[in-house]
């Protein structure tokens, strides 16, 4: 089993920055690639961004450039870096990884 914790949502407006976090919990000696996703309402979670064992990251089109994922391995815990922010980024954005395991999710809401 493996727990995941984010924090670090709210609200700022167009322009402006925020880091969430993601702390892992339990098995994790499996975990080889930790992920980002986000789900707007009435839109389908969409990957935003991955880190792989070794550093490998991933971004979706939408927000490469203004999102940087990254990973401290003695906390075990996954940052996505969110810069240059705009309206349509609001989305609940949750933690994921190997086996399926989800985070509850944190709420970004960008103001225009």
């Known amino acids: 089993q493996v727990q995941l914790v984010e924090s670090g949502g709210g609200l700022v407006q167009a322009g402006g920055s925020l880091r969430l976090s993601c702390a892992a919990s339990?098995?994790?000696?499996?975990?080889?690639?930790m992920d980002w996703y986000r789900q707007a309402p009435g839109k389908q979670r969409e990957l935003v961004a991955r880190i792989i064992s070794g550093g490998v990251t991933n971004y979706a089109d939408s927000v490469k450039g203004r999102f940087t994922i990254s990973r401290d391995n003695a906390k075990n815990t996954v940052y996505l870096q969110m810069n240059s922010l705009k309206p349509e980024d609001t989305a609940v954005y949750y933690c994921?990884?190997?086996?399926?395991?989800w985070g509850q999710g944190t709420q970004v809401t960008v103001s225009s």
């Open positions: 339990g098995s994790i000696s499996s975990i080889n690639y």
């Open positions: 994921h990884t190997v086996g399926g395991y």
